[in-house]
Every structure is written in C-alpha cells, then in structure tokens.
Nanobody, 121 residues
Framework: QVQLVEHGGDSVQPGASLYLSCQASGQIFDIGTMAWYRQAPGTQRELVAT???????RHTEIAKGRFTISRDNGKNTVYLRMDNLKPKEPAVYLC???????????????WGKGTQVTVSP
C-alpha cells in the first residue's frame, strides 16, 4: 500500500508565499515522475508542474515565474514553492506520482488527498 500525503496548505494574504510538500510512504521500489495539480471548487483539476526522477522540471503557465517544483529522491518527497500568491488561486493542491512497488510490476499512478490553499486579504 502506497500513500501520498501533502502538507503546507494555509490561509494567507495576497502576495504571500507557501511551501508545500508531499511525501510518499509504504512499499516503494521506485518513483518516476512526480507532479502537483490544483483544483478549485467547481472547476477541473489543473496541472501545475512536474519533475522527473532526474530532476527535469516542467512548469505550466499557471506556475511560470512564481511557483517552483523540486524533489528529494532520498525522502520520496516532492515540493512546491509558491510565491506572490493571488486571490484567484485558492484551491486544493494535490500531489501525484508514478510509483512502482516492486522491480517486477509497472508503475501505478497515485494521488494524495490534497492540501487547501486560501488567499484572501
């Protein structure tokens, strides 16, 4: 059984910064690409950024210039630093990862339950 648990969500003022983390635990052989998504109420889930095992990153337009994804392979953890948060960005931020539990099986795409980010004056 594999779990992804996010931390770091908070209620902040516009312009503030937050640092989210998501750690995978359980039976883990290998973690491939890790990613952050976000979902606001009544909207579709949006990709924010991805990072490969080799630390190759891709930030979508949502993230460019303000958000930075990174990971620590030794800790099975992915991070998202968010700067200059805007009022339009309140959402649940969810962690996603491709995880292999043994050398013999394929990776399974797994989700965390999310952490809430609220931006208001």
């Amino acid at each position: 059984q594999v779990q992804l648990v996010e931390h770091g969500g908070d209620s902040v003022q516009p312009g503030a910064s937050l640092y989210l983390s998501c750690q995978a635990s359980g039976q883990i052989f290998d973690i491939g690409t890790m990613a952050w998504y976000r979902q606001a109420p009544g909207t579709q889930r949006e990709l924010v950024a991805t990072v490969t095992r080799e630390h190759k990153v891709r930030h979508t337009e949502i993230a460019k210039g303000r958000f930075t994804i990174s990971r620590d392979n030794g800790k099975n953890t992915v991070y998202l630093r968010m700067d200059n948060l805007k009022p339009k960005e309140p959402a649940v931020y969810l962690c996603n990862a491709d995880i292999r539990t043994t050398p013999f099986n394929h990776a399974v795409n797994s989700w965390g339950k999310g952490t809430q980010v609220t931006v208001s004056p």
